[in-house]
C-alpha cells in the first residue's frame, strides 16, 4: 500500500491545500465534488497540481507536515 501527499489548488495561482492519503484518486474525487465540508469545499480547491508516493504512513506525514510550513514562493 501506498501513501501519498498531494497539492491540489483552486486554479492557477490561486489557493492551494496539502495533504495525505492513502487512495489518492479516492481522495481527489472527494475534493472535485465537494463531499467534505471545510478548507478545500470552501475556497474551491479541486484541481490536483502535484503528488508523491510513500512507502510508510509515517514518511508520508512527514513529508506533509514539513511541506506544510513552507511559503508559497
Same mark, same amino acid.
Given at each position: ?24 484518486? $479516492?481522495?481527489?474525487?472527494?475534493? $472535485? ?37 513552507? $511559503?508559497?514562493?
Amino acid at each position: 500500500m501506498a501513501f501519498y501527499v498531494c497539492i491540489l489548488a483552486s486554479r492557477r495561482n490561486g489557493t492551494l491545500y496539502i495533504g495525505m492519503t492513502d487512495s489518492l484518486i $479516492r481522495r481527489v474525487q472527494e475534493h $472535485r465534488e465537494g463531499l467534505r465540508p471545510g478548507f478545500t469545499s470552501r475556497y474551491g480547491v479541486k484541481m490536483l497540481v502535484w503528488h508523491k508516493a510513500f512507502d510508510t504512513r509515517e514518511e508520508a506525514f512527514t513529508v506533509e507536515r514539513r511541506m506544510k510550513v513552507w $511559503r508559497r514562493r
